[in-house]
């Protein structure tokens, strides 16, 4: 339900994007964004060990279209709907790294 209603707005079947005026469609690209980035920032942090990759250079990337705190806050709503449920690198990761 908590994802049905964050993502109701973002991904409405029933609303055509084509069909929206050119701000709702910014809106709505703005949103899908941040989300997708907040997504990449996640796996990044999860699966490099050395990740020298941090939020100012992702916004940097995205030509400053959203800010530091709409990543954070959109961090927060995905690991809400996951329930913090991230599966960390297992031994099984490291494995084909030995037999290579």
């Known amino acids: 339900e908590y ?4 993502g109701v ?3 409405d079947d029933d609303d ?6 050119g701000q709702q469609q910014q809106g ?3 949103k899908i964004l941040i989300l997708s980035s ?9 699966h490099e060990s050395n990740h020298q990759f941090d939020i100012p250079t992702l916004v940097r ?5 959203f800010t530091r705190q709409d ?6 709503d995905i690991l809400t709907v996951l329930d913090f449920s991230l599966s960390p690198p297992t031994i099984m990761s490291f494995v ?3 037999l290579a």
């Open 61 to 65: 990337l995205n030509n400053e279209q």
């Open 28 to 30: 709505k690209r703005l």
């Open 71 to 76: 990543i954070v806050e959109a961090e927060k």
């Open 96 to 98: 084909p790294l030995y």
């Open 9 to 11: 707005d973002v991904f």
């Open 3 to 6: 994802l049905y209603k964050k």
């Open 38 to 46: 907040a997504c990449l920032f996640l796996a990044i942090k999860l």
């Open 16 to 21: 055509n994007i084509a069909s929206q005026s």
